[in-house]
């Protein structure tokens, strides 16, 4: 069965950091372009960031450049989203998705960021 | 940015009804386009792609239309278990984006 699965969210601090992960089963990752998406609590579907099959192109929402940094380990069939400089707007489910096309998606993982 | 406009951004239908949703692109995206149901607590599911192609799977009952800067989710005829909100998405350039969510409601 092809399936993504998150996991790393959980309560962290504001100006903390946080390392999401998203591991693959049932297809190779890596010959796969990715994207991170995000859902506040009670909102609509946000776009974080897509990374290339090859890792060498990455795009970002203007609301985490700079901050995230999306990545992928092939060789572990996992794809990354490393989050720096968490603000309270950061609080959300983050869903990671297969292709430009997001046609499969992760369970996701809720990342809150609070004092 | 491409801005996607959903409407309505809810409604309230009854079993068996026919539903309509529009997607309005604020430039053009050819066909790539695709429109996603979400229940509560679960991750969206993709319904259609390439605006009008069925994901495999997915029953007869949901279409989709549309090319450019308009399209349409159609139910056929509305089942209990569709009561749900629904998304569509660009993917024709970056950064992606969603409208903002038609949430279907029980009659």
């Known amino acids: 069965e092809v399936q993504l699965v998150e996991s790393g969210g959980t309560l962290v601090q504001p100006g903390g950091s946080l390392r999401l992960s998203c591991a693959a089963s049932?297809?190779?990752?890596?010959?796969?372009?990715m994207n991170w998406v995000r859902q506040a609590p009670g909102k609509g579907l946000e776009w974080v960031s897509y990374i290339s099959s090859s890792g060498k192109t990455i795009y970002y929402a203007d609301s985490v450049k700079g901050r995230f940094t999306i990545s992928r380990d092939n060789a572990e069939n996992s794809l990354c989203l490393q989050m720096d400089s968490l603000r309270a707007e950061d609080t959300a489910v983050y869903y990671c998705?297969?292709?430009?096309?997001?046609?499969?998606w992760g369970q996701g993982t809720m990342v809150t960021v609070s004092s | 940015d491409i801005q996607m406009t959903q409407s309505p951004s809810s409604l309230s239908a009854s079993v068996g009804d026919r539903v309509t949703i529009t997607c309005r692109a604020s430039?053009?995206?050819?066909?790539?386009l695709a429109w996603y149901q979400q229940k509560p607590g679960k991750a969206p599911k993709r319904l259609i792609y390439?605006?009008?192609s069925l994901q495999s799977g997915v029953p007869s009952r949901f279409s989709g239309s549309g090319s450019g800067t308009e399209f349409t989710l159609t139910i056929s005829s509305l089942q209990p278990e569709d009561f749900a909100t629904y998304y569509c998405l660009q993917h024709n350039t970056y950064p992606r984006t969603f409208g903002q969510g038609t949430k279907v409601e029980i009659k």
């Open positions: 430039q053009g995206v050819r066909n790539d």
């Open positions: 998705a297969r292709r430009s096309g997001l046609d499969i």
């Open positions: 390439a605006a009008s």
């Open positions: 049932g297809f190779t990752l890596s010959t796969y372009e």
